[in-house]
């Protein structure tokens, strides 16, 4: 089963089929994850997002997800970027610089609040913190 940009987004389980599909073939769903990036239509955009979520422990996925946050137009692909980044909040620094640039400077209060919540000090920052940092 091959994703196209162009296809429907289908039942929840057409979904679920199609990312599992893509998460077996490995670097090459990668690549093509990485190319819809920058795609016209946002609801791909944040699709890649919720698919680089599946492949957190990749820190390949750290660099696309710092530019979506910083260089995306639409508020609710920040918003997923934001999220993704969260997860990097205790060990990179980058993600960290981000998350807090955008809660103080995103053009959305969407943006900033779910940046907010991952950026140290927030709410999931603390609550994901390694033992004894707070």
Same mark, same amino acid.
């Given at each position: 089963?091959?994703?196209?940009?162009?296809?429907?987004?289908? =039942?929840?389980?057409?979904?679920?089929?199609?990312? =599992?599909?893509? $998460?077996?073939?490995?670097?090459?769903?990668? #690549?093509?994850?990485?190319?819809?990036?920058?795609?016209?239509?946002?609801?791909? @955009?944040?699709?890649?997002? @919720?698919?680089? #979520?599946?492949?957190?422990?990749? @820190?390949?996925? $750290?660099?696309?997800?710092? @530019?979506? $946050?910083? #260089?995306?137009? *639409?508020?609710?692909?920040?918003?997923?970027?934001?999220?993704?980044?969260?997860?990097?909040?205790? =060990? *990179?620094?980058?993600?960290?610089?981000?998350?807090?640039?955008?809660?103080?400077?995103?053009?959305? %209060?969407?943006?900033?609040?779910?940046?907010?919540?991952?950026?140290?000090?927030?709410?999931?920052?603390?609550? =994901?913190? %390694?033992?004894?940092?707070?």
């Amino acid at each position: 089963m091959m994703w196209r940009s162009s296809q429907r987004w289908g =039942t929840l389980s057409e979904r679920s089929a199609r990312t =599992t599909e893509l $998460l077996r073939r490995g670097r090459e769903a990668l #690549d093509a994850i990485r190319d819809r990036l920058r795609h016209e239509n946002a609801a791909v @955009r944040e699709g890649c997002c @919720r698919l680089f #979520d599946h492949l957190v422990a990749a @820190r390949l996925v $750290l660099a696309p997800a710092l @530019r979506r $946050l910083t #260089d995306d137009p *639409e508020p609710r692909v920040r918003m997923m970027a934001a999220e993704l980044l969260g997860k990097f909040a205790h =060990t *990179e620094p980058s993600a960290t610089a981000a998350l807090e640039h955008a809660r103080l400077n995103d053009s959305s %209060p969407a943006v900033r609040k779910v940046a907010s919540w991952y950026a140290p000090g927030g709410t999931i920052y603390r609550k =994901t913190a %390694p033992r004894g940092a707070w």
